[in-house]
């Protein structure tokens, strides 16, 4: 047995079910009933859940990358720093200005440098497995430890 429902739909979507149903040779009814029974399908709101959950994991993989990769950049400038503190004598401050021109020049020689790379592509995060495989392989050397 069937229970009868009155339905109203704009103009343009009866005409567009309506077409259908020439289409498939099926009846309105048909088509409004199936559109129905998947709208309150299980596995409609399962199959939403689903793609949700993928786009989620792929998120949460992409958050765990620029993780890794923000600790290893600033793990890095850290090791560099201590380095070059380490190493870098303090100057006589008769140099000092003579030494702040030269320290002007060579970066802007650095950011140019920088802005090339950048805009190539190149990123020391993409080299570091290379060097870390060549030193493995022996074909190459890593900076000592400390």
């Known amino acids: 047995m069937r229970t009868r429902l009155n339905v109203y739909f704009p103009p343009e979507l009866a005409k567009q079910v309506g077409e259908l149903a020439i289409r498939r040779r099926i009846s309105r ?3 409004v009933e199936a559109a129905v029974a998947s709208y309150l399908s299980p596995d409609g709101a399962d199959r939403l859940e689903a793609a949700f959950s993928r ?3 792929r998120l949460s993989r992409q958050v765990q990358r620029l993780e890794r990769n923000t600790g290893l950049t600033t793990e890095a400038l850290a090791l560099f720093v201590r380095f ?6 303090p100057l006589p401050d008769e140099d000092q200005a003579v030494a702040q021109v030269k320290g002007r020049k060579r970066y802007e020689g650095f950011v140019q440098t920088l802005g090339r790379r950048y805009a190539s592509g190149k990123s020391l995060l993409d ?3 290379e060097d870390v ?3 493995v392989k022996g074909k190459g050397t890593v900076g000592t430890d400390e």
Request: no cysteine; proline share 11%.
């Open 29 to 31: 009814s048909a088509i």
């Open 55 to 57: 786009r989620l994991d």
């Open 84 to 89: 070059w503190l380490s190493v870098t004598p």
């Open 127 to 129: 080299e570091i497995p």
């Open 133 to 135: 495989l060549a030193s």
